[in-house]
């Protein structure tokens, strides 16, 4: 099992939480990412400037990379992920190369799945095994450690934020970008100005999302 990333490793999972889950993975058939923890090592704690939550992994072979709706580079995007570059060429007349987010996580933005890992071929399998805890751990510590922008898409992303108080920070909602939601108003929300805007206006530099 793969060691907690050391800027968040004082959170009280890794303690109370880690080992247990960490056991039951490692009996656990099947499953990926191999590094469920890769998000929390290419945004370390003291870097985190915008978080994007996600849902579970992909559950396609393959596909998940530990960050929240990133695709394998050279991988074409599809489902969310297409629709999320449709709208940031709509937003900002950006377009991407590939569904590789790893140049995202490395600007401070927080690519985070509410749940970490998932058996291969099944959606939401390790849904209720514990990341939930974690991941809410994660965003009381960035919420508290500063101004953040938070991207909240879907439902269950906003629910998990609703007790983050509000002062201080951006938070963008809007639905899911999935095939089933995006039309509902995800397309000409325009998340990715938004952010870098308000990064601009809090002395920070902003995100560049072609990276």
């Not at 656990?28 to 996600?54: H, S």
Request: a neutral charge; glycine letters at 10%; charged letters at 15%.
């Amino acid at each position: 099992m793969p060691a907690p990333p050391e800027s968040w490793a004082d959170l009280p999972f890794f303690r109370q939480d880690w080992p247990a889950l960490a056991a039951r993975l490692a009996m656990a058939p099947d499953w990926q990412p191999a590094d469920p923890f890769r998000a929390l090592r290419l945004t370390p704690r003291e870097a985190v400037r915008v978080v994007i939550l996600g849902q579970d992994p992909y559950p396609t072979p393959g596909r998940a990379t530990g960050l929240a709706f990133g695709f394998p580079p050279g991988a074409p995007p599809q489902h969310s992920l297409k629709n999320i570059l449709t709208e940031l060429h709509s937003d900002l007349g950006l377009s991407r190369p590939d569904g590789d987010l790893a140049g995202w996580a490395r600007q401070g933005v927080l690519l985070l799945n509410t749940v970490l890992t998932v058996p291969s071929g099944q959606s939401n399998g390790h849904k209720g095994w514990g990341w939930e805890t974690l991941v809410a751990q994660i965003i009381a510590a960035t919420a508290a450690d500063g101004p953040r922008a938070f991207l909240l898409w879907g439902g269950p992303a906003q629910k998990l934020c609703a007790r983050v108080p509000r002062d201080g920070h951006l938070f963008v909602e809007s639905p899911h970008p999935s095939p089933l939601s995006v039309y509902r108003g995800f397309f000409g929300s325009r998340p990715f100005s938004r952010v870098n805007d308000w990064l601009v206006a809090q002395g920070s530099s902003p995100i560049d999302w072609a990276a």
